[in-house]
């Protein structure tokens, strides 16, 4: 057994150990490590913090070398803690390696790569879309992250959300130019709707796929059905929520659902929303630019029936249900059509009865003959 006196001894050569264990453990915590971190942005801003700090490229090009560090300080990633050296890794001294990058595009295309060390999965999502499919062709203008996010000033992409077109409008600023004067674009830069879609809704964020492909324009009902089949949503702007419905029903939708399942990537004329309602430049129906105004919808239509005369639009009901009120005609068209069809069905089945019966009676007599 131990004694009183070695365990004193022991306690000596222990306490000290464990003191010494608890003093480490204490300096490596997040709390402690945060001042570090703090120190080294302001060591690199000691040099970056000065405007007027350039750096001339092979090509001419002079790489601005000057932080702000009020922005910087704005920006999502320092009042985390994520600092310089968490992008420029292949910075650790001082003087810093020479730029390999030959113009201020081929250097902003290698530093973006750090991106992937926190949004991996955003990332792997990116290098999947049209863009990176657009920049592995060798056009270098396709952009990067820090092209929609920024570098040093990274925020919210979405606050305010206008702030979304107004960044695709970089690179976009003809097709961005029609959604501003659109029924989306309007409520959404004029009134500060946040219900109504922008870019990103539409196209994706970071997984954006070519919009001029078969598969895309195909599936377009079903993406204006995000918004236009929601019940509440349409509610709230005194919209039809039926609209998708109907049109599934319709020939256009029929056709559509009939290719979309065999042929999803093949070509075919049958119309979806857009090629009525337009694409980036929607309008109300009441708008007299509207391609579905009821004063411009008969050229509408003859974009692809040419052949269609002036009573062409009278016989289609819009993207309403048939009712006594709207549309009389086609109401009791309908309701006598509902009603014969079964009603001939049955006769039909009636007399198929009737001959079974008359053919096993018939033969019942046969056989007692």
């Not at 196209?203 to 919009?211: L, T, W």
């Not at 006598?336 to 069809?341: A, C, E, I, N, R």
Request: charged letters at 20%.
């Amino acid at each position: 057994m131990i004694n009183k006196t070695t365990s004193i001894r022991l306690l000596w050569i222990v306490s000290p150990v464990l003191l010494a264990v608890v003093f480490i453990f204490l300096t490596i915590l997040p709390g402690s490590a945060k001042p570090i971190h703090q120190r080294t942005e302001e060591y690199c801003l000691s040099c970056h913090g000065k405007e007027g700090n350039t750096y001339a490229l092979p090509n001419g090009d002079q790489l601005n070398l000057y932080i702000s560090k009020d922005v910087l300080s704005h920006s999502v990633h320092s009042p985390l803690g994520i600092e310089c050296e968490a992008c420029h890794t292949e910075i650790t001294t001082y003087p810093h390696p020479a730029v390999a990058a030959q113009s201020k595009r081929e250097f902003s295309r290698t530093v973006y790569t750090a991106c992937k060390k926190c949004h991996s999965k955003v990332y792997d999502n990116n290098m999947d879309s049209v863009h990176a499919k657009v920049a592995s062709e060798g056009k270098q203008e396709a952009p990067i992250c820090t092209d929609c996010h920024g570098a040093h000033d990274v925020q919210s992409p979405d606050k305010p959300r206008s702030k979304v077109s107004q960044t695709c409008n970089k690179c976009h600023s003809d097709i961005n130019h029609l959604y501003e004067g659109s029924v989306h674009g309007k409520a959404l830069l004029e009134d500060n709707n946040n219900d109504v879609p922008v870019c990103t809704d539409c196209h994706g964020v970071h997984n954006i796929q070519d919009p001029r492909t078969e598969e895309f324009r195909i599936n377009t009902p079903e993406l204006c059905a995000r918004c236009h089949a929601n019940k509440e949503l349409m509610d709230k702007y005194g919209l039809n929520s039926d609209v998708y419905d109907i049109y599934k029903l319709s020939w256009h939708g029929v056709d559509v659902s009939v290719y979309k399942a065999k042929w999803p990537t093949i070509w075919h004329d049958s119309a979806v929303c857009t090629d009525c309602h337009g694409v980036h430049d929607i309008l109300k129906t009441d708008d007299p630019q509207s391609k579905v105004n009821p004063q411009n919808l008969l050229a509408t239509c003859q974009e692809c029936h040419p052949d269609a005369g002036p009573n062409w639009t009278g016989a289609w009901t819009g993207h309403n249900q048939i009712s006594l009120e709207r549309t009389p005609f086609v109401y009791y068209t309908n309701l006598f059509y509902s009603s014969l069809t079964p009603f001939i069905l049955w006769i039909c089945v009636i007399y198929v009865v009737l001959q079974i019966i008359h053919l096993m009676v018939d033969r019942a007599r046969r056989s007692l003959k």
